[in-house]
């Protein structure tokens, strides 16, 4: 039944395809002179056409290609890294080193697609590349480079703004260039990989027979790798980053039934370039009524969910990993507490009077927009910190952040959703909030119960919210809507947006909030015995539950409406917290509150500072900060 359906999406979409190819040709033709349509259709329509082809099938041989080797049907360029490698480094190159460009953008896109992948293999040999595992460590190396992408269009946005509008997957074509280079380099991987469809269908097998039928796998996982992340560079260098193509055509040719690599490989080629073709030339079709859409931003809308799905259907083996309730440990005392309360006293005014500008009375008045930004800053990380110790205590899993789990991009979403597409005042942004990080928390509770709480699958869930609200935020910045910098300033984590009246809301917030954290001690610390034990000791679970997930998108709604979706101070100060030896709850959530605000003020001192007079956001300081620490906790784990 399953291949059936598979095999009648595949029909559908090659008719869909053709027939959206011929309308908007004969649209071309009847709208413009002869003369005119003749020119459009030789260096504009046609080029296009063929490009999204050339560009599907590339993705999809890419996508294939990564799965095979990996043995991983969640792998493609997107959510390896690869793409995101490939995008920082040409950006950066423009940036920094101009003169880099006369190698040629293919050849920039594939250096930073080879150490994008050189970094995913470091950091998960030492799990043997299980395929969670891969998935995990390339989605947040997709998430950090797309942050750094980000700061260097805030920093350089009037001429990075047409960057960004290509970087998002446009396929708009104004002659033949961009299809010959990537003719050319798609014949090459299609000729490489035949010669290799051998090897790479004995890869199903174990390595022990792989190597046992004179199988070099080492050699061929090279040459496998090398062709994926060469065609992807090459696409990403013309077109920018595309995603879905990679995860789709080689799950939908494998549901349909086509069980020899081969075969496989032919079929996700063609249905990957008519995949394509299909979602540009529909959104051609719209490009009167919605705005010319590049094809990259429909994809990013379109790989969450599908990766949600894929997720679903992989299978978990081993028991959830549970933090149980520890006890104190002798290291940690209360004059820790009063150490780490002493160095926030400090921050504070070091916040306040440090800064690089000349000094004078200008510094005094200053002050009065000094004072609302430290403070929201202050709230936000103590907020953002409690939630997750909160949330690792509810899961078991000390990976857990809200930026992880997608509970910060849940209420992000909600409130990008309602600034566009509501008539509702600025006032309603914390109720939207509150309601978009409640139903992410469902939503993460619907399918994790499906995985047993698997830790990476949790935190995966979360990447794929993560990746949905950033796929938003491409199509706002490119709507060329006023408001697009602003949210777009705010969801970096920027706090020069906080006013007085917002920071003495964020005090009252977190001083009421905070502590009712302290009052559920006693039942996380039952439910870290388990669901049934904690039952039957006098827990009633739905409720408990319920306020306690209530309890977490509160502190997150209003820590994400400070200072944005990804400031990663939910993972890192719980993590400090406990490596200072706070296993108690009570000890954890008060040294976790004084370690995420007193990293939050300095981080929102720090970009203040660090390039005066342009300012950097607090959250993406802590971004920076946040994705390689957690990369590193997870390699770290890996070696043991």
Partial sequence: MRSTIAAVILLLCFAAALACVAMNYFALVARYPATLAALLLDQSFLPRVAVSLLCGAGLALAGLLF????????????????????????SAALVFAPGLLALG?????????????????????????????????????????????????????????????WQAGALTQ??????????????????????????????????QQACALGISVVKVRIAALSVAVAISAIITSQVGIIGFIGLAAPAIVRASGIRRFLHQLIATVLTGAVML????????RFSPAAGDIPAGAITALLSAPLLLVLLLRQRVTGSPTVQPAAPTVAGFKTRQLGILLLLLALALPASLWLNREPPGALSSHLLAWRWPRMTGALCAGMMLACAGVLIQRLTGNVMASPELTGISSGAA??????VLFTPLPMTFMLPSAIVGSLLAMLLLFLFGARSRFNPQKVVLIGLSLTSLAGALNMLLMLSGDPRALMLLNWSTGSTAGINADMA?????????????????????QLLGLGQLTAQSLG??????????????????????????PLSFIGLLAPQCARSLGARALRHQLCAAALIGGTLMVL??????????????SAGLLTAFIGAPWFLWQFSRKSSR
């Fill in 67 to 90: 799965q095979q080797v990996l043995q991983n049907p969640l792998a493609e360029p997107g959510t390896l890294g690869v793409a995101a490698g490939a995008n920082l480094a040409m």
């Fill in 105 to 165: 953008l293919p050849v920039l896109a594939l250096c930073g697609s080879v150490l994008a992948v050189l970094l995913l293999i470091k950091l998960t040999s030492g799990r043997r590349f299980a395929p969670l595992s891969v998935i995990l460590v390339g989605m947040v190396l997709s998430l950090y480079g797309n942050s750094l992408n980000t700061l260097l269009v805030l920093f350089n946005h009037d001429y990075l703004s047409d960057l960004f509008s």
């Fill in 174 to 207: 104004s002659g033949w260039r961009s299809g010959i280079l990537l003719a050319i380099a798609l014949c090459a991987a299609l000729l490489i990989s035949l010669l290799l469809v051998r090897p790479l269908a004995v890869l199903s097998l174990s390595e």
């Fill in 277 to 284: 073709t299909l979602v540009d030339q529909l959104a051609l």
């Fill in 413 to 418: 979403l909600a409130v990008l959703l309602t």
């Fill in 504 to 524: 003495v809301e964020a005090l009252i917030a977190a001083a009421v909030l905070c502590p009712l954290a302290l009052l559920m001690q006693r039942w996380l």
């Fill in 539 to 564: 827990i009633h679970l739905p409720r408990t539950n319920l306020l306690v997930l209530l309890l977490i998108s509160l502190l997150t709604a209003a820590g994400t409406l400070l200072v944005g």
């Fill in 603 to 616: 981080a929102d001192w720090l970009g203040r500072n660090i390039a005066w007079p342009w300012p950097v």
